[in-house]
């Protein structure tokens, strides 16, 4: 209740002083001025978040909120400091603070995690009347390290001062970090360094908390390396990790842009422990090496450069632009080819089957053929027209339709579509447009070629398609020559080419479909429970996904009553019979598994039990990446430049809920280990263009994106390596070998 109090408090006030606002908004500070927001670890269990508030601006206790948005890491009640207290004649006796705030906040299970990242809202006014809306924001917090063994505590109390006693023996003996771990790094050649670690006995370090960089080295960068495989321990802080003893050394390739010598300075970052249980925080060195003069590679050097080379999209884009018309049109016909037996044409599969099924015993070959060639047309039609539309006035209409009532009004359609298929009602026009359209069918047989256009041309709006390379060329090359006859002609080539298994299935659909009796009303069914499937799969765009997972079990566990999973076979049952009671079975378990994990928290339809059979480190290493979120364009830029000043590379991910190709990006390729470690030394940002504001047009018009997904690599010289973009889905093997191009 306070929240809505003070939210309507902060607007009424805004209306009343509209008028001042007017006169004094120039002299109003910035929210991220007024509060400034930071936030660190006071130990392995406590952090403190802390705002700087600035004169004649005060900050309210009533709206504030912190949320973990780490797995790992629960919060403990914060602990908020005496404030002042004023009376409001609407919200009544209220605490605000001035100056200076600082929040201790206890944390919950976090002795498995080395960072978090904290949510913080708060509300603030200034003293003249005006109030801001409630700020959010996201705070990445760098953990201690908790010691990596956690034994439990003896009962006997004998045992318990026993061992405390040995550990305060032993406590003293550990040694120094320097001599524990002594890092030598060295010159092998004029291209080479070498490092080296001296493991102490008694001592490990972790494999994976290496990080070598450069610093102060311009014009010079490191190749790509490989650390040595280590040995493999289970620890109860990091989970399944690789440790050294006594020595590790490995060579780093140094790749330069100048002959001359040069002075260039060698960060190393790595953690141990000793086996006794006692971690060592986080350490970090530098030395500086001087290179020598190279002296055989003259030649080489100075050859000319060759050409950056074209990402995929730009290379379509040259190829509209320099060849024929004609091996351009077959080309991207060839391109729909491939994007056919991709997600994003599965849905379709689906809808054009409930459509030709729901003719009944009227359908026959030529019919169905004529029905999924009036869909294939309509949806390249229509694809082609607002994809024009897009890149001649910049905005991605497709996502226009992906607003929350849309497809909430579609999936309704599918639905009443499906209850429709079974048989609960029939959907009929009036009785006076029934005739009028049975004389015009009688004489054009057309009247449900047109439905099926119309329903073509919604599908390819709001189901699909995805942002793959062709596309986001083709329109790249529309937006930059106007010329919209070819770029339009090659996107309908590609929506045909993506048609083509539609049309096969309309084919197929006349001669295999039964015309009537009860193997039609059963293959209606089937239909009528697919239509349902689509309704709940574009859901999943505006649910969450524990609600889905709940309606996929409902879908499951439903049809599997029908298939009599439950009730008994009789002697005489034919083989049919006891083919779909097998059927049925396998439904309803698999949906009451759905169910156990719902009830569990889980919301991956394909891995319903993950809790059940992992341990929370595991599950952490099956999630996928933790992204830092950006909204705008100023703030992009402002991570990069921080990123640059800190020698980091960077890669951007654009992601939208409605973007199939971004779910099988997040699903499969960014929580494959591999990718993961791949990309560890990379500052991962992510923009959610899901809402299609102006900030996300703006970022997307700013690498002239069509729209997600999209993968940039910016290097640490803040430069994007153009021609490594990742449009549409990558699986992780190519992905990786993407990654490894942007580290050269």
Same mark, same amino acid.
């Given at each position: 209740?306070?929240?809505?109090?003070?939210?309507?408090?902060?607007?009424?006030?805004? #209306?009343?002083?509209?008028?001042?606002?007017?006169?004094?908004?120039?002299?109003?500070?910035?929210?991220?001025?007024?509060?400034?927001?930071?936030?660190?670890?006071?130990?392995?269990?406590?952090?403190?978040?802390?705002?700087?508030?600035?004169?004649?601006?005060?900050?309210?206790?009533?709206?504030?909120?912190?949320?973990?948005?780490?797995?790992?890491?629960?919060?403990?009640?914060?602990?908020?400091?005496?404030?002042?207290?004023?009376?409001?004649?609407?919200?009544?006796?209220?605490?605000?603070?001035?100056?200076?705030?600082?929040?201790?906040?206890?944390?919950?299970?976090?002795?498995?995690?080395?960072?978090?990242?904290?949510?913080?809202?708060?509300?603030?006014?200034?003293?003249?009347?005006?109030?801001?809306?409630?700020?959010?924001?996201?705070?990445?917090?760098?953990?201690?390290?908790?010691?990596?063994?956690?034994?439990?505590?003896? *009962?006997?109390?004998?045992?318990?001062?026993?061992?405390?006693?040995?550990?305060?023996?032993?406590?003293?003996?550990?040694?120094?970090?320097?001599?524990?771990?002594?890092?030598?790094?060295?010159?092998?050649?004029?291209?080479?360094?070498?490092?080296?670690?001296?493991?102490?006995?008694?001592?490990?370090?972790?494999?994976?908390?290496?990080?070598?960089?450069?610093?102060?080295?311009?014009?010079?960068?490191?190749?790509?390396?490989?650390?040595?495989?280590?040995?493999?321990?289970?620890?109860?802080?990091?989970?399944?990790?690789?440790?050294?003893?006594?020595?590790?050394?490995?060579?780093?390739?140094?790749?330069?842009?100048?002959?001359?010598?040069?002075?260039?300075?060698?960060?190393?970052?790595?953690?141990?422990?000793?086996?006794?249980? *006692?971690?060592?925080?986080?350490?970090?060195?530098?030395?500086?090496?001087?290179?020598?003069?190279?002296?055989?590679?003259?030649?080489?050097?100075?050859?000319?450069?060759?050409?950056?080379?074209?990402?995929?999209?730009?290379?379509?884009?040259?190829?509209?632009?320099?060849?024929?018309?004609?091996?351009?049109?077959?080309?991207? #016909?060839?391109?729909?080819?491939?994007?056919?037996?991709?997600?994003?044409?599965?849905?379709?599969?689906?809808?054009?089957?409930?459509?030709? *099924?729901?003719?009944?015993?009227?359908?026959?070959?030529?019919?169905?053929?004529?029905?999924?060639?009036?869909?294939?047309?309509?949806?390249?039609?229509?694809?082609?027209?607002?994809?024009?539309?897009?890149?001649?006035?910049?905005?991605?209409?497709?996502?226009?339709?992906?607003?929350?009532?849309?497809?909430?009004?579609?999936?309704?359609?599918?639905?009443?579509?499906?209850?429709?298929?079974?048989?609960?009602?029939?959907?009929?026009?009036?009785?006076?447009?029934?005739?009028?359209?049975?004389?015009?069918?009688?004489?054009?047989?057309?009247?449900?070629?047109?439905?099926?256009?119309?329903?073509?041309?919604?599908?390819?709006?709001?189901?699909?398609?995805?942002?793959?390379?062709?596309?986001?060329?083709?329109?790249?090359?529309?937006?930059?020559?106007?010329?919209?006859?070819?770029?339009?002609?090659?996107?309908?080539?590609?929506?045909?080419?993506?048609?083509?298994?539609?049309?096969?299935?309309?084919?197929?659909?006349?001669?295999?479909?039964?015309?009537?009796?009860?193997?039609?009303?059963?293959?209606?069914?089937?239909?009528?429970?697919?239509?349902?499937?689509?309704?709940?799969?574009?859901?999943?765009?505006?649910?969450?996904?524990?609600?889905?997972?709940?309606?996929?079990?409902?879908?499951?566990?439903?049809?599997?009553?029908?298939?009599?999973?439950?009730?008994?076979?009789?002697?005489?049952?034919?083989?049919?019979?006891?083919?779909?009671?097998?059927?049925?079975?396998?439904?309803?378990?698999?949906?009451?598994?759905?169910?156990?994990?719902?009830?569990?928290?889980?919301?991956?339809?394909?891995?319903?039990?993950?809790?059940?059979?992992?341990?929370?480190?595991?599950?952490?290493?099956?999630?996928?990446?933790?992204?830092?979120?950006?909204?705008?364009?100023?703030?992009?830029?402002?991570?990069?430049?921080?990123?640059?000043?800190?020698?980091?590379?960077?890669?951007?991910?654009?992601?939208?809920?409605?973007?199939?190709?971004?779910?099988?990006?997040?699903?499969?390729?960014?929580?494959?280990?591999?990718?993961?470690?791949?990309?560890?030394? #990379?500052?991962?940002?992510?923009?959610?263009?899901?809402?299609?504001?102006?900030?996300?047009?703006?970022?997307?018009?700013?690498?002239?994106?069509?729209?997600?997904?999209?993968?940039?690599?910016?290097?640490?010289?803040?430069?994007?390596?153009?021609?490594?973009?990742?449009?549409?889905?990558?699986?992780?093997?190519?992905?990786?070998?993407?990654?490894?191009?942007?580290?050269?």
């Amino acid at each position: 209740m306070p929240f809505f109090k003070i939210t309507f408090f902060c607007l009424l006030a805004f #209306f009343i002083s509209l008028p001042a606002f007017a006169l004094a908004s120039d002299n109003l500070l910035p929210p991220q001025q007024a509060f400034k927001i930071s936030a660190k670890a006071l130990a392995a269990d406590q952090i403190e978040v802390s705002w700087d508030i600035a004169e004649g601006y005060m900050l309210y206790l009533n709206n504030m909120r912190f949320e973990s948005k780490t797995d790992l890491v629960k919060l403990a009640e914060p602990v908020f400091p005496e404030g002042e207290i004023s009376h409001n004649e609407i919200l009544g006796d209220v605490v605000h603070y001035r100056k200076h705030l600082q929040v201790p906040i206890k944390l919950l299970a976090a002795n498995e995690a080395a960072s978090m990242q904290l949510r913080v809202q708060y509300q603030g006014c200034a003293d003249r009347g005006v109030c801001y809306t409630p700020q959010k924001a996201t705070l990445d917090i760098t953990l201690p390290a908790a010691a990596s063994t956690v034994k439990a505590e003896p *009962v006997n109390p004998l045992v318990k001062g026993i061992s405390a006693l040995k550990l305060n023996l032993f406590e003293d003996e550990l040694l120094p970090p320097d001599q524990a771990f002594q890092f030598l790094p060295s010159l092998k050649d004029a291209n080479t360094l070498h490092v080296n670690w001296q493991i102490a006995e008694g001592y490990y370090l972790y494999r994976e908390k290496i990080r070598i960089e450069l610093v102060n080295a311009a014009g010079v960068r490191l190749g790509t390396y490989s650390i040595p495989r280590g040995v493999p321990k289970h620890d109860e802080a990091f989970g399944q990790v690789e440790t050294f003893h006594n020595e590790l050394s490995f060579d780093l390739p140094v790749i330069r842009s100048t002959t001359s010598a040069q002075t260039i300075t060698l960060q190393a970052k790595y953690q141990g422990c000793a086996d006794r249980g *006692v971690c060592y925080p986080p350490m970090s060195k530098k030395f500086d090496l001087v290179l020598p003069v190279v002296q055989q590679e003259l030649t080489a050097l100075a050859a000319p450069q060759p050409a950056p080379a074209l990402s995929e999209q730009d290379q379509i884009v040259q190829s509209l632009q320099q060849g024929s018309a004609l091996m351009t049109l077959l080309s991207f #016909f060839g391109f729909g080819l491939l994007l056919a037996f991709t997600p994003c044409i599965f849905p379709m599969i689906p809808i054009l089957s409930g459509i030709i *099924v729901g003719h009944g015993n009227r359908i026959g070959t030529a019919r169905a053929f004529f029905l999924s060639l009036s869909y294939v047309i309509a949806s390249a039609a229509t694809y082609t027209v607002f994809g024009i539309l897009a890149a001649l006035f910049g905005n991605n209409l497709q996502s226009t339709f992906q607003q929350p009532w849309i497809i909430a009004l579609f999936s309704a359609i599918f639905v009443l579509l499906s209850f429709s298929m079974f048989g609960f009602y029939h959907l009929e026009l009036p009785k006076s447009l029934q005739a009028k359209l049975h004389n015009s069918s009688e004489r054009h047989r057309d009247g449900s070629l047109w439905g099926a256009a119309i329903m073509g041309s919604l599908s390819s709006l709001i189901v699909g398609p995805c942002v793959a390379a062709p596309l986001a060329g083709a329109l790249i090359y529309i937006g930059q020559s106007g010329d919209a006859v070819l770029g339009g002609s090659a996107l309908f080539m590609m929506g045909l080419g993506m048609g083509v298994p539609l049309l096969l299935l309309g084919a197929s659909a006349g001669k295999l479909l039964p015309k009537a009796g009860d193997w039609l009303n059963a293959t209606k069914a089937v239909f009528g429970v697919i239509m349902l499937a689509v309704a709940v799969w574009m859901l999943s765009r505006i649910l969450p996904p524990d609600i889905i997972m709940m309606l996929w079990a409902m879908l499951l566990i439903f049809p599997a009553i029908y298939l009599s999973a439950i009730d008994p076979l009789r002697e005489n049952s034919s083989g049919w019979r006891k083919l779909w009671k097998g059927v049925g079975v396998m439904m309803l378990g698999y949906g009451l598994l759905l169910l156990i994990g719902f009830s569990m928290g889980n919301s991956n339809p394909l891995k319903p039990l993950q809790g059940l059979t992992l341990t929370n480190t595991q599950a952490a290493a099956e999630q996928g990446i933790s992204f830092e979120k950006i909204t705008s364009l100023a703030e992009l830029e402002a991570r990069i430049q921080q990123a640059t000043a800190n020698h980091q590379r960077v890669m951007l991910d654009f992601y939208a809920d409605w973007c199939i190709s971004c779910k099988e990006m997040e699903n499969y390729t960014f929580t494959n280990p591999e990718v993961k470690q791949a990309l560890q030394d #990379f500052v991962l940002l992510q923009a959610d263009v899901t809402e299609n504001s102006e900030n996300d047009k703006a970022l997307l018009a700013k690498f002239g994106l069509i729209g997600p997904p999209g993968v940039l690599f910016f290097g640490a010289d803040n430069q994007e390596h153009r021609s490594l973009r990742v449009i549409g889905y990558q699986d992780a093997g190519a992905f990786i070998k993407t990654v490894q191009q942007a580290r050269l």
